[in-house]
């Protein structure tokens, strides 16, 4: 099993997406660490597409707790080194005929 908090790439990257993996972040270290593992291996003029449950969406996924998102919540938490470029909410029909709302944000590295 893998841990996007441990995550250590060995490559540099244009583009960076994730999809549902960052709300099982919960704990601000886990969430920081992330976001500099991100931000180490994102190149200067790259992109970065996050989709979490937005705040309208479940409290938890398959049992575990999760972190929800809003636009500026996420924007927040990403500023200091991305900036946003837009943000959609989706309505996720499950195979189980449930629906989840997620947002999407994309964001541009900002030079340092």
């Known amino acids: ?64 707790e999760i972190k929800q998102y809003s636009e500026i919540t996420m924007t927040e938490r990403l500023q200091k080194f991305f900036k946003k470029v837009r943000c959609i909410t989706v309505d996720h029909k499950t195979p189980f005929d449930t629906i989840q709302n997620f947002i999407f944000c994309s964001f541009k590295k900002l030079s340092t």
Request: a negative charge.
């Open 1 to 64: 099993m893998a841990d996007a908090a441990a995550f250590n790439p060995t490559e540099q990257y244009d583009f960076w997406h994730d999809r549902a993996a960052f709300h099982f972040l919960t704990q601000d270290q886990e969430i920081n660490n992330y976001i500099d593992t991100i931000r180490e291996h994102l190149n200067p003029a790259g992109v970065l597409v996050i989709g979490t449950f937005s705040e309208q969406g479940p409290k938890k996924c398959s049992g575990i």
